[in-house]
């Protein structure tokens, strides 16, 4: 039973455009939430993440919004650039129970020139 | 050092060959994690230290699956008698513990192969 869905395996997004990645939770447990990129042959490095308690979470380029009600999260990236073609995952956790971070399958993220 | 260290980086075993996979995760992390990513698919969480203790091994496959931290630092996670279906990218992640927070910052990963 996946308890993180990230529904799109892969987007393409044109340089300069907007990049959305879109992620679904189920387990309502969950109040902190992360996303995390990886390049081929590394391990993943953290990205952004947000609290239950927030809505929204900017950091430079990059927008995470979280949507309690619909267990929903997104993350923006604007303007997207060459060195953002990546997989992002999308990942939650229950920190008032344990540190075990849960992740999606992942979105394969494309930069078009 | 700077990061997370895993060894090897690659590893390729006969079908019923033990390995042991090695972490080294950053100083003064208190939580380690180990995640087995299969081709095109995200980590799946395998167990979950706090120091020395190990808290959660729901996520090992089976008990030919084992890990151990025993002094709190290095992590060791040993495959018995190995599988084809063994055969995937071994994460290792630390994290600390500050102000309830959670981001683990992962290892590039031992590529394990079984033939």
């Known amino acids: 039973d996946q308890q993180v869905k990230q529904n799109s395996p892969s987007l393409s997004v044109q340089e300069g455009r907007i990049s959305i990645l879109n992620c679904d939770y189920t387990?309502?447990?969950?109040?902190?939430f992360l996303w995390y990129k990886k390049y081929p042959a590394e391990g993943p490095t953290f990205l952004i993440s947000?609290?239950?308690?927030?809505d929204k979470n900017e950091d430079g380029r990059f927008t995470v919004f979280l949507n309690k009600s619909a267990k929903h999260l997104s993350l923006h990236i604007v303007p997207s650039q060459p060195g953002d073609s990546a997989v992002y995952f999308c990942?939650?956790?229950?920190?008032?129970?344990?540190?075990?971070?849960?992740f999606g399958k992942g979105t394969r993220l494309h930069i078009l020139p | 050092g700077a990061g997370v260290s895993q060894s090897p980086r690659y590893k390729v075993a006969k079908r019923g060959q033990d390995v042991a996979l090695r972490c080294d995760p950053i100083?003064?992390?208190?939580?380690l994690f180990w995640y087995q990513q299969a081709l095109g698919q995200g980590p799946e969480f395998l167990t979950y230290?706090?120091?020395?203790?190990?808290?959660?091994k729901s996520g090992l496959p089976s008990d030919r699956f084992f890990a151990e931290r025993p002094e709190g630092s290095v992590s060791t996670l040993k495959i018995q008698r190995t599988q084809q279906e063994d055969s995937a990218v071994y994460l290792c992640?630390?994290?600390?513990?500050?102000?309830?927070?959670?981001?683990?910052?992962f290892g590039q990963g031992t590529r394990l192969t079984v033939v």
């Open positions: 230290f706090q120091n020395e203790a190990q808290l959660d």
């Open positions: 387990n309502s447990m969950f109040d902190y």
């Open positions: 100083s003064g992390h208190v939580s």
């Open positions: 992640a630390s994290s600390p513990i500050r102000d309830g927070l959670t981001e683990a910052f």
């Open positions: 990942a939650a956790s229950a920190r008032g129970r344990d540190d075990k971070i849960i």
């Open positions: 947000i609290s239950s308690i927030k």
